[in-house]
C-alpha cells in the first residue's frame, strides 16, 4: 500500500461519456507536451467509441491518430479500452480479427489493452488476452461491475481469480455506472488486494456524485491504479476530476506525486475544447448534474447522453425517465447482464421500443434476438423463457463460446475492400465498420486523387445501435414491422 497510480481519460472516456466522442485529434495534440511530462501511469486514448466516431463523424483515421498521439506522447503508457470478441464493433468477430487487431493496435502505439466482456463471459476474453500478450501488450482484463441479484463480491473476486489464470498483468474493475459505492468498493478491493497478486485498477465514473469518495475508499483498501479525468471534461457521466483527487492525497502515504500547477496549465487547454464542444452541441448540461436515479436505473453515462440526444430526435424527451424505469425491467428479462457496450445500447434500445411502441415486446431488435439467443455468451441470471419464445421462437440457444463458430475472415474481408485498403489497418476498420470505413476510404481516394472529399455531417445521430433502433421507431411503428 502506498502512492496511488493515476490513468487520465481525457483524451478517450471522458469526451465518450459527456460530448458523444467528439474531440478531435487536433484539439488533443497542443496538450500532449505537458500530459507526456506529467507521471500518469497511462493515458487511455484510444478503443471505445473513438474509433467508430473519428470515421464516422470526425472524417479521421482512427489509426493514424494512434500514431500520431504515440509521436506526441513517447515517455506515456498509451491505453485502450477492447470489448474483447467485440473489439471495438457491435458483434463478435473471428479469431483472426481478434489476433490481427491486437497486433496492429500495439505495433501502432498503444500498450495497455483493456479488455472487458459485457457478459463477464470468460471465453469472450481468452483470444484478446491470448494475442495481447502474444504481441507485448500490457493485459488488463476487467471485471464488468454491476449490482443484481446474482453479482456480488463472491461472483466478482472468482472472476478475478479466473483473470489471473489467464494471464492477466493487472486487473480492472470497471464500474461504469457508478454504480460502485464507497464502502462497497472498500470492500471489494480490500478483498481482490488479499486474494490477487497482480495490481488492482479501478475505473468508475460521477454521474451519481459518490464517485471521489469511491475512489478515496478504494485508494484506502490499496487499490493501485485509478482512473480520472481533468476537470473541464471531469465529473458528471465522466470520471472524478483529476485535480481534486490529487489535491485530497497530497502529503498523505497515497500522495499521486503528480503537479497541481501542470494539472491546471493542461486544463486551461481542455476548458477550451469543452467550450467548443458545449457550442456544437455535444455537450448536454445533464451529464454534468448529479443523477442518483442511476442507482436504480443502472445506466451508464455514454448511453444516457445518447439516449437524451436519441429522444430528442424521436420528439419523445418526455418519455425520459419512463424509457429509464423500463431499462431495469427489460434487463431483468434479459437475465442481468451488465449494462456496458453492446448490452447497455441493446438494452436500451428495446427499452425505447417498449416505450414509445406502447406495447412491451410489441417488437425486438435484432441485437435484443441475438442476445436472447447465446449470440454475445452466457447470460449472467435466469432468462424470461416467455420473452426468449416471443423474441426467437424455437431456435435453439448457443452454448458454446460464440466465436467458436466463426469461420476466419480476414481473407474475405481484404478480397472485399480490395485496393481501397493501403494497409492492413484500413482492413481491419472495414471489419469493424464496413460501411462507414468503405465510406471514409472511397473518400480519401479521392482526396487523393485531387477530389475533395464531402465533409462528414457531425449533426448526425450518436450511436448506431440506437440510431437504428429509433430510425425504424419514427418511420416504421406505425407500418407494425417488426425489428
Known amino acids: 500500500m502506498g502512492k496511488l497510480f493515476i490513468t487520465d481519460t481525457i483524451l478517450r472516456d471522458a469526451h465518450q461519456s459527456q460530448a458523444a466522442t467528439r474531440m478531435k485529434t487536433e484539439e488533443m ?8 511530462s506529467m507521471g500518469y501511469w497511462s493515458l487511455e486514448c484510444w478503443g471505445g467509441a473513438t474509433f467508430d466516431s473519428c470515421l464516422r463523424f470526425l472524417n479521421e483515421d482512427p489509426w493514424e491518430r494512434l500514431r500520431t ?3 506526441a506522447l513517447p515517455k506515456t503508457r498509451l491505453q485502450m479500452l477492447f470489448r474483447g470478441q467485440n473489439i471495438l464493433g457491435y458483434k463478435h468477430y473471428a479469431d483472426d480479427v481478434v489476433e490481427q487487431f491486437c497486433r496492429k493496435a500495439i505495433e501502432n502505439g498503444i500498450e495497455v489493452i483493456r479488455i472487458f466482456d459485457a457478459l463477464n463471459d470468460v471465453r469472450n476474453l481468452e483470444s484478446a488476452i491470448k494475442f495481447t500478450k502474444k504481441y507485448g501488450g500490457h493485459c488488463e482484463p476487467a471485471i464488468s461491475y454491476t449490482i443484481s441479484p446474482v453479482h456480488n463480491d463472491d461472483y466478482f473476486v472468482k472472476l478475478a481469480k479466473e483473470l489471473e489464470q489467464m494471464g492477466a498483468d493487472s486487473i480492472c474493475i470497471k464500474d461504469m455506472a ?52 481533468l476537470s473541464p471534461l471531469g465529473n458528471g457521466t465522466s470520471q472524478p476530476a483529476t485535480e481534486s483527487l490529487v489535491a485530497t492525497l497530497q502529503g498523505t502515504k497515497f500522495d499521486t506525486g ?9 486544463a486551461k487547454h481542455f476548458r477550451k475544447v469543452a467550450a467548443r464542444l458545449k457550442e456544437d452541441g455535444f455537450l448536454d448540461p445533464k451529464v454534468l448534474s448529479v443523477d442518483t436515479n442511476t442507482l436504480m436505473y443502472q445506466v451508464p453515462g455514454g448511453m444516457l447522453s445518447n439516449l ?15 424509457v429509464l424505469a423500463e431499462v431495469p425491467r427489460v434487463r431483468e428479462d ?5 449494462l456496458v457496450t453492446p448490452t447497455s445500447q ?5 427499452a425505447v421500443l417498449n416505450v414509445l411502441s406502447g406495447e412491451r415486446y410489441k417488437m425486438f431488435t435484432k441485437e435484443s434476438k441475438a442476445v436472447l439467443r447465446g449470440e454475445y455468451g452466457s447470460l449472467p441470471g435466469k432468462v424470461n423463457e416467455e420473452v426468449r419464445k416471443k423474441a426467437i421462437g424455437d431456435d435453439e440457444v448457443i452454448t458454446c463460446r460464440p466465436a467458436d463458430l466463426l469461420k476466419p475472415e480476414l481473407e474475405q474481408l481484404r478480397t472485399e475492400i480490395g485496393s481501397l485498403a493501403e494497409c492492413d489497418e484500413d482492413v481491419l476498420s472495414y471489419a469493424l465498420f464496413p460501411q462507414v470505413a468503405k465510406k471514409f476510404l472511397e473518400e480519401r481516394a479521392k482526396a487523393n486523387g485531387g477530389i475533395k472529399a464531402a465533409p462528414y455531417d457531425a449533426d448526425k445521430a450518436h450511436n448506431p445501435d440506437f440510431d437504428k433502433a429509433i430510425e425504424l421507431i419514427v418511420d416504421d411503428l406505425t407500418k407494425g414491422m417488426t425489428l
Open 178 to 229: 457508478n454504480l460502485l459505492l464507497p464502502m462497497p468498493a472498500f470492500n471489494l478491493v480490500s478483498r481482490l488486494k488479499k486474494e490477487i497478486a497482480v495490481p488492482i485498477h479501478l475505473h468508475t465514473h460521477n454521474t451519481t456524485g459518490t464517485g471521489d469518495m469511491t475512489l478515496l475508499m478504494a485508494a484506502m483498501a490499496g487499490v493501485d491504479i485509478v482512473d480520472t479525468a
Open 29 to 36: 495534440l497542443p496538450a500532449c507536451e505537458i500530459l507526456d
Open 258 to 266: 503528480l503537479d497541481l500547477a501542470k494539472l491546471s496549465e493542461a
Open 69 to 71: 498521439l504515440k509521436k
Open 346 to 350: 441493446i438494452v436500451g434500445s428495446q
Open 334 to 338: 434479459f437475465g442481468y447482464p451488465p
Open 308 to 322: 437524451i440526444s436519441q429522444l430528442k430526435q424521436a420528439n419523445a424527451e418526455d418519455k425520459y425517465y419512463e
